[in-house]
């Protein structure tokens, strides 16, 4: 159905596309004809972060931003949800025009600003759905435009404490580059300060609630080795839950000559693809095996979805790859991480005949 829809949904502006899909998601879940729109996966339980996943195929963040389709997204067949990125007020975001389709390198760029309706319309979404099935949710929270980097502690930890008895897990968001000067809270001090005080809070609402609900740090694929040593030093002393490799980049490596390849703001589909994860492949080598971390980034097939967990993914996330691929690509990206685990070990050698 999706190869039918797409030429009328790449005719549209990315943006009214974009919304217009969503719409269209929700429809054919109310009606029960989510069938014709996606065949769910068989099966393949994953158990990452203290938490058991149907599959590890999840939705990156930045699809849903208010969490206004949680139900309709599970039923296409993802393992988890992730919804966000939300911020403590309702804000715009930047002007449009703001997302553009790059067809020939399958890829995108955006700089939307955490468009959002804020966290208490999240939390009135989430408490409304019915999560059916046994797919995750996460949460993933940012800061307001206007609040100063001194002050951005404060944001997020009032989104904290708003999602945190409705999510299975929360993503903090430090990494977009639609932000001004968000990204600096990734350098060393920064992240340190950042994140030693959610995780203070963070245990003290676990004790309050009665569970803990893993909290992860999603970064940059613009971080330099030296910046890849600093943050995992200061992840693992933090003994944060988990890292998520990576947002989406600056850089416009693979996309030279496109009509819109000068436009601002983050670059994600098939050209990110390489950056992200050798970013996930160094920060794998550096940060201890009990944090496990999660693939995203240019992933467009089954086989870039074992490429990732190759590099080091417990867990993958696409986003891009269902503009230019549709729903099914949910599906071969579970049958294709199921047949990577299934075969025979690659250090067995056969007995000579």
């Given at each position: ?109 955006n700089r939307l600003g955490f468009n959002n309706e804020g966290v208490d319309a999240l939390v009135r979404n989430v408490s409304k759905a019915r999560r059916r099935g046994g797919g995750l949710l996460g949460i993933n929270i940012g800061k307001n435009k206007d609040t100063p980097n001194d002050q951005a502690e404060r944001d997020y930890l009032h989104c904290l404490e708003r999602v945190y008895p409705l999510a299975d897990y929360i993503t903090v968001n430090i990494s977009s580059p639609n932000t001004a000067g968000l990204r600096e809270l990734q350098e060393e001090q920064s992240l340190r300060r950042l994140i030693g005080n959610l995780r203070e809070a963070q ?151």
């Open positions: 159905m999706y190869s039918l829809a797409r030429p009328f949904l790449f005719g549209l502006d990315a943006e009214r596309a974009h919304g217009l899909g969503l719409s269209a998601l929700e429809t054919a879940y109310r009606s029960g004809l989510n069938p014709l729109v996606a065949r769910a996966p068989k099966p393949l339980p994953t158990k990452v972060l203290g938490l058991s996943f149907p599959n590890p195929v999840g939705l990156a963040a930045g699809l849903d931003k208010n969490g206004a389709h949680i139900d309709a997204l599970l039923a296409l067949g993802f393992g988890f949800v992730e919804i966000g990125t939300v911020t403590p007020r309702a804000q715009q975001g930047n002007p449009r025009p703001r997302m553009f389709r790059l067809p020939e390198q399958q890829a995108v760029i245990e003290t609402f676990a004790a309050r609630e009665g569970r803990r609900v893993p909290m992860l740090v999603k970064i940059a694929p613009d971080l330099s080795d030296d910046d890849i040593e600093a943050a995992s030093r200061v992840l693992a002393e933090l003994r944060v839950d988990g890292v998520i490799a990576t947002n989406t980049t600056v850089a416009r490596e693979g996309v030279e000559g496109s009509a819109h390849a000068g436009e601002a703001g983050g670059l994600s589909g098939r050209p990110l693809m390489a950056q992200a994860t050798a970013v996930l492949r160094r920060m794998r080598t550096r940060l201890p095996e009990h944090i496990p971390m999660v693939g995203v980034g240019g992933i467009l097939s089954g086989a870039d979805a074992v490429t990732k967990m190759a590099a080091g993914a417990s867990l993958v996330q696409v986003y891009s790859g269902l503009v230019y691929r549709g729903p099914a690509l949910i599906g071969e990206c579970v049958d294709a991480i199921r047949r990577r685990k299934e075969a025979p070990s690659r250090g067995h050698v056969p007995p000579q005949i």
